[in-house]
């Protein structure tokens, strides 16, 4: 049997995990889809707040029926050769680029190691349902190589270069036990493209590989939120900024598209931003190599809790935009960006698209009415 040592890895100083992982995306959050299989132990507080993406929060003094809680994955004291796992799967499948562990108020209990395993799952084996024994005796390549963890703290361990292989799932291990609050796994999506050339499909999705690079403000919400499925559940979910006061103000966000595309379409969604929307957004687009931006949508009014859509200028099709910059006057807060497009013309729209098709929340036409 050949043994598969793990990637050299680099620790990564408290301060400069944020900058080093920011060309990546977290690839285990739950907001992408992220959620625990199976577990060993969860006695103290639950493995799934490893996936919460807002950073971990103290409650002294709040007691539940096991103990104090705690938000973040504990399990019980065993102390024995044996060792506790989680089983993840990635909301998006991905190449591995780091980690982050955070032990963040687990004082006296956090887990004094840990390491992170890979698995790929093929397209045959998705319909099957493993045990939790099966499950342990899958393939798992070492990715994170045993690491110490330090009480009450960001940890962020770089790899030595990006994995070649993509992975759809993770074993997280602590050994031998304790508790860990957040588990990042910053990576690049294995990008689902059509195999049609000619068929549209939304360039800026996360699953077609695309990211956020640089944003002005993400005081409420990050802009990586935009790039997500669905309309999401609140205003927790979306891109929102802070208040500006300033004169002229503007926010802004610029997204790498997983490839360049013809843009023929553009979806500006608010939905659950009801007193906060953006007055307006414009979208510019780039070509590869180019800082010349090209007006996909010029200044266009928006309103509170709904969808927008927008089709791009016959003339400007013929572009190939490799990034786009959303911008939002003056501020607020957008849930989702849609720019559908296609990798070479002519464009072809699927049977069943959703371009410019309205999907009405279930209180689309009642929320300003005014509440008893």
Known sequence: MTVINAPVNTPVPIEKINETFKQYIDL?????????????????ADAKNLLTPTAPISAPGRFV???????????????????????????????????????TYFT??????????????????????RSHEEWAK??????????????????GFKLE?????????????????????????????HQVHPENKNELYDLAAAAAGSVVVDYSDAHYGHPSNMLLPGRGHDMSDGWETKRSRAP????????????AGHVTDIEIDTAHYMGNPPKTVTIAGFEAGSETPILLLEEAPVG??????????????????????VIMIPDGGIKRVRV?????????????????????????HTWNQKKN
């Open 28 to 44: 285990a959050v739950a907001t992408r889809g992220g959620k625990i299989i199976t577990l060993t132990d969860e006695w103290f």
């Open 65 to 103: 029926p096991t103990g104090a809680w705690y938000d973040g994955w504990e399990t019980r004291r065993h102390n024995n050769p044996n060792y506790d796992w989680c089983v993840i799967q990635l909301g998006y499948a991905g190449t591995v680029a780091g980690f982050e562990v955070d032990t």
């Open 108 to 129: 006296g209990n956090h887990s004094p190691f840990v390491s992170v395993e890979g698995y790929t799952e093929t397209s045959a084996a998705k319909a099957q349902i």
């Open 138 to 155: 899958v393939e798992w390549v070492p990715i994170l190589s045993k690491v110490a963890l330090n009480p009450s703290a960001r940890h």
């Open 161 to 189: 270069e990006v994995t070649k292989q993509h992975y759809t799932h993770i074993r997280f291990c602590m050994y031998p036990d304790g508790g860990v609050a957040r588990l990042r796994v910053y990576g690049n999506v």
């Open 248 to 259: 002229g103000h503007i926010d802004h966000a610029t997204i790498k598209l997983g490839s």
């Open 304 to 325: 509170p809790h709904r969808q927008h859509f927008f089709k791009v200028s016959e003339n400007l099709t013929n572009k190939k935009i490799e990034k786009v910059k």
């Open 340 to 364: 559908w497009g296609a990798s070479q013309l002519p464009a072809v729209k699927p049977e069943g698209s959703l371009i410019g098709v309205r999907q009405e929340l279930p209180d689309e």
